[in-house]
C-alpha cells in the first residue's frame, strides 16, 4: 500500500463522503439545480486564488531547488486555468463583475486559510498534506463517476467530468501525490500522525465545500 492509500483509508469515512457527496451525485445524474452549481463555481474562483497562494508559500518553503521547481509549475498551471475558470463560469451565465463582487463563503474561508496555516506554521510536506486532497479528491470524484457510469446523456455538467477525467489532469494529480509522497517517505511514525491529521482535516474540509455548493451558503 503506498503512503497516500494509508492516508485514505485512514481518513475514512470522511473519504468517501468527499467522494461521493450528494452533490458529485447530483452533478453526475444531471439532477444539480444550476444555481447550485453557479454558486460552488463562484467560490472556486475565490478557492482557486488562495489555493494559488498556498503554492507561491511553498515556494518559500522548499529547500532545495528541485522542490520549488515542482511548485512552480503547478503554481503556473493553476495561474493558466484562472481565465478558462471565468470563461467556464460565463458559459454557466455568470458574469466577472458578480466574481468580483461576491462575498466569500465561511466554508471557503474556513478551507483555504486552513491550507495556509498548514504551510504557515508547518513545513513543506505540512503543507502538501493539505493541498493533496484536493489535487487527489478530484481525480478521484471524475474516476468513481466514469468507472460507474453514473452520468447520464446530455448532462450539463459533462463538460465538467470530461476536465478532471483527461488524461492531463489525472497525470497532474499523479505527479502531485508522487512528489507528495517523496516528501513523506522518510518521516518518523509521529510525522506521519501530524500529516494524516491534516490530510484528514482537508479532505472534511472538501465535503464542506461541497455542502456549502448544496446550501447555497
Ligand atoms: C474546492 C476544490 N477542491 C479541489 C479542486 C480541484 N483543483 C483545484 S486547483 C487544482 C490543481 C491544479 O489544477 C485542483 C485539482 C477545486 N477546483 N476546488
Same mark, same amino acid.
Given at each position: 500500500? =503506498?503512503?497516500? @492509500?494509508?492516508? $485514505?483509508?485512514?481518513?475514512?469515512? #470522511?473519504?468517501?463522503?468527499?467522494?461521493? #457527496?450528494?452533490?458529485?451525485?447530483? %452533478? /453526475?445524474?444531471?439532477? %444539480?439545480?444550476?444555481?447550485?452549481? +453557479?454558486?460552488?463555481?463562484?467560490?472556486?474562483?475565490?478557492?482557486?486564488? #488562495?489555493?494559488?497562494? &498556498?503554492?507561491?508559500?511553498?515556494?518559500?518553503?522548499?529547500?532545495?531547488?528541485?522542490?520549488?521547481?515542482?511548485?512552480?509549475?503547478?503554481?503556473?498551471? !493553476?495561474?493558466?486555468?484562472?481565465?478558462?475558470?471565468?470563461?467556464?463560469?460565463?458559459?454557466?451565465? !455568470?458574469?466577472?463583475?458578480?466574481? #468580483?463582487?461576491?462575498?466569500?463563503?465561511?466554508?471557503?474561508?474556513?478551507? =483555504?486559510?486552513?491550507? %495556509?496555516?498548514?504551510?504557515?506554521?508547518?513545513?513543506? =510536506? +505540512?503543507?502538501?498534506?493539505?493541498?493533496?486532497?484536493?489535487?487527489?479528491?478530484?481525480?478521484?470524484?471524475?474516476?468513481?463517476?466514469?468507472?460507474?457510469?453514473? *452520468?447520464?446523456?446530455?448532462?450539463?455538467? +459533462?463538460?465538467?467530468?470530461?476536465?478532471?477525467?483527461?488524461?492531463?489532469? +489525472?497525470?497532474? &494529480?499523479?505527479? /502531485?501525490?508522487?512528489?507528495?509522497?517523496?516528501?513523506?517517505?522518510?518521516?518518523?511514525?509521529?510525522?506521519?500522525?501530524? !500529516?494524516?491529521? $491534516?490530510? =484528514?482535516?482537508?479532505?472534511?474540509?472538501? $465535503?464542506?465545500?461541497? @455542502?456549502?455548493?448544496?446550501?447555497? *451558503?
Amino acid at each position: 500500500m =503506498t503512503i497516500t @492509500q494509508d492516508l $485514505i483509508k485512514n481518513s475514512k469515512p #470522511h473519504w468517501d463522503n468527499y467522494i461521493k #457527496h450528494e452533490f458529485v451525485q447530483k %452533478l /453526475a445524474n444531471g439532477t %444539480l439545480e444550476l444555481k447550485n452549481f +453557479q454558486h460552488y463555481l463562484m467560490q472556486d474562483y475565490i478557492y482557486l486564488f #488562495h489555493y494559488s497562494r &498556498a503554492f507561491a508559500l511553498a515556494m518559500y518553503k522548499s529547500d532545495n531547488f528541485e522542490q520549488m521547481e515542482f511548485s512552480r509549475q503547478a503554481l503556473n498551471s !493553476i495561474l493558466d486555468e484562472i481565465q478558462l475558470h471565468i470563461n467556464y463560469c460565463k458559459e454557466f451565465g !455568470i458574469d466577472e463583475k458578480s466574481i #468580483h463582487e461576491q462575498k466569500e463563503s465561511p466554508a471557503c474561508v474556513a478551507y =483555504t486559510r486552513y491550507v %495556509l496555516d498548514c504551510g504557515l506554521s508547518g513545513d513543506l =510536506t +505540512q503543507l502538501y498534506a493539505a493541498v493533496i486532497p484536493c489535487f487527489l479528491g478530484y481525480a478521484k470524484v471524475a474516476d468513481y463517476i466514469t468507472l460507474n457510469n453514473l *452520468s447520464v446523456a446530455n448532462n450539463p455538467y +459533462q463538460s465538467w467530468i470530461d476536465m478532471y477525467s483527461s488524461k492531463e489532469y +489525472q497525470e497532474a &494529480a499523479n505527479d /502531485a501525490t508522487e512528489f507528495f509522497e517523496g516528501l513523506c517517505k522518510d518521516l518518523s511514525k509521529k510525522q506521519m500522525g501530524k !500529516i494524516q491529521d $491534516i490530510f =484528514t482535516t482537508a479532505t472534511r474540509m472538501e $465535503i464542506s465545500f461541497w @455542502q456549502m455548493g448544496l446550501d447555497l *451558503s
